[in-house]
């Protein structure tokens, strides 16, 4: 019995290392993005399409690990993988003004990463105009 479980964990231990890319915890980076995107005049009920183009400006990939919009009417699109020093990615995040009041939009969104500090808060702006 504690053969085959020696066996077992084995086994399991090589075919969780196949491919995988190994990337080092806690190794903090650095990141540049404009964070401010200017919608300008939209009608209410469009959808708002703000993208905010990160740069790697550090010696370590950067991991976003997660993006927190303001409020349920903002949801976002985040980099699959690491953006490795002095490469760009893009979050995307969409706004549905539907949800929205009509006049000025300010929504908030939080790029969580291995940076210092580790979130970084851009903001899309519009002005919401009625139908």
Do not use: W
């Not at 053969?3 to 964990?9: E, H």
């Not at 491919?19 to 708002?48: C, P, Q, R, S």
């Not at 993988?81 to 939080?110: C, F, M, W």
């Amino acid at each position: 019995m504690k053969n085959t479980f020696v066996l077992l964990s084995i086994f399991f231990l090589i075919a969780s290392c196949g491919g995988e890319k190994d990337y080092l915890v806690g190794n903090k980076t650095t990141m540049e993005v404009e964070t401010l995107f200017d919608a300008g005049d939209v009608i209410k009920g469009e959808m708002v399409t703000a993208k905010f183009v990160i740069k790697n400006t550090g010696s370590y990939p950067l991991v976003i690990g997660d993006v927190v919009p303001a409020c349920s009417c903002t949801i976002s699109d985040v980099p699959d993988e690491p953006i490795q020093p002095g490469g760009t990615g893009e979050v995307v995040a969409y706004v549905n003004t539907d949800k929205v009041s009509a006049g000025t939009l300010h929504k908030s969104v939080r790029i969580v990463a291995n940076t210092n500090p580790s979130v970084t808060e851009v903001i899309i702006k519009a002005n919401v105009i009625r139908k």
